[in-house]
């Protein structure tokens, strides 16, 4: 099947509705360019790694925790928010 898109001025090219429902692609996902030499380019959706995808989550969930460890101090609500702006803005 042979479909035809124009470029834009940005460079962009509009993926055909019918090829983008056939290949499950969604707005914001990315997708892969191979340029096959000379004037052949093939798009496609990319295979992705589930175990890769897993393992960044854990990163970015263990960054996280680690950055805000010091808020399982079990200190009240109330005095981490004192220590975060500084000063009491209900003093007793």
Do not use: C
Request: charged share 35%; hydrophobic share 35%.
């Amino acid at each position: 099947m042979i479909k035809q898109s124009n470029l834009t001025v940005k460079g962009q090219v509009t993926i055909p509705k019918d090829v983008r429902d056939a290949l499950g692609l969604k707005p914001g996902e990315p997708v892969e360019i191979d340029w096959q030499g000379g004037t052949e380019a093939l798009i496609r959706k990319p295979i992705r790694n589930e175990k890769a995808d897993i393992e960044a989550y854990k990163a970015r969930v263990r960054e996280v925790s680690r950055r805000f460890a010091h808020l399982r101090e079990g200190r009240p609500t109330d005095e981490i928010m004192r220590e975060i702006r500084g000063d009491d803005p209900f003093p007793p």
